[in-house]
């Protein structure tokens, strides 16, 4: 008879043995994560489309001030879903079974991190600026809120597609 | 336009304060979730997560950047050079944690 493995202690069936904060809720909060990070998505993409009609001359004052919060305000909420559900991946998936099986996923997973910590400050950045733009904005400040914006969107987009992979492989909250 | 110009050293600001507590071993906020305690160190090593740590340094860092710049209001230098100076900032980020990724293929 095939001698089994010792269960790793980061093991989801561990969990009498270590308590990770948020844990009972972890599945609601990828739900939200994920709902959050498509929201993400959009307002940040439609933002920089925005940024960049501003500066080539479009009035689009509008959808920058609808957008300059929509983005910020997605992204703020989807960073701190991450934030909480961070310590429970960090113990179930990553320790228990990735740095194992897929220590590759594991340094995607951390770009991933870097990438929406970097996202963040753009978009905000971007926000903040595109929503003080005048009509008539000095075309220099202009191309420099597009610049902010479409890198911030573009970090966004790899974040998203990141996390997606690494949830195909081993969601948080299964065994 | 002195909000295009504090975002910017908002974001360069972040760039440098997010990157720099690792590699320069700077105590961070680090959490262990595990034992569940946070703690400022400078070596954080096995479950702990210094994440948290690093967006604090960054977040702390751009903030003051951008109110000093608010605040300031000098244009001392063209909006241009200060937007190529920020994404190659961000650009240094990227740079240094895709060597990460690669080095560990």
Redesign the interface.
């Known amino acids: 008879m095939a001698r089994r493995a010792p269960a790793s202690p ?1 093991a989801a069936s561990a969990g009498a043995r ?4 948020f844990e009972p809720a972890a599945r609601a909060l990828l739900l939200l994560h994920a709902v959050l990070g498509f929201t993400a998505v959009f307002t940040t993409t439609h933002h920089a489309v925005s940024s960049f009609l501003a500066a080539r001359g479009r009035a689009v004052q509008r959808q920058l001030r609808r957008f300059g919060w929509m983005a910020p305000a997605s992204l703020l909420a989807q960073a701190l879903s991450g ?1 909480a559900l ?3 991946y ?2 179930r998936v990553r ?1 228990a079974d990735l740095e194992r099986s897929a ?2 996923v594991v ?2 997973f ?2 991933k ?3 929406s ?2 996202s963040l ?2 978009v ?3 926000s ?2 595109g ?3 005048p009509s008539q ?2 075309p ?2 202009a ?3 597009a ?2 914006s479409a ?1 911030g969107a573009a970090l966004v987009w790899c974040a998203a597609l990141i996390g997606l992979y690494v949830t195909a492989r081993h969601p948080v909250g299964a065994p | 336009m002195k909000e295009v110009r504090a975002a910017l050293w908002g974001v360069s600001a972040f760039a440098v304060g997010y990157l720099l507590p690792g590699p320069l071993r700077l105590p961070t906020l680090a959490y262990d979730p595990v034992a569940r305690a946070a703690q400022v160190t400078a070596d954080v090593g096995g479950v702990a997560i210094r994440y948290y740590g690093d967006l604090l340094w960054g977040s702390a860092a751009g903030l003051l950047a951008a109110a000093l710049a608010w605040a300031s209001g000098r244009a001392e230098r063209p909006v241009t050079v200060l937007t190529c100076a920020t994404l190659a900032l961000v650009a240094l980020d990227l740079a240094f944690y895709l060597s990460r990724l690669l080095a560990s293929v």
Do not use: K, M, N
């Not at chain 1, 270590?18 to 904060?21: A, E, G, L, R, Y």
């Open positions: 980061y270590v308590t990770v904060i934030l961070y310590p429970v960090r113990v320790f220590p590759a340094q995607l951390d770009l991190e870097h990438l910590a970097l400050a753009l905000v950045g971007a903040l600026a929503r003080a733009l904005a000095p220099a400040e191309r420099s809120v610049a902010l890198c």
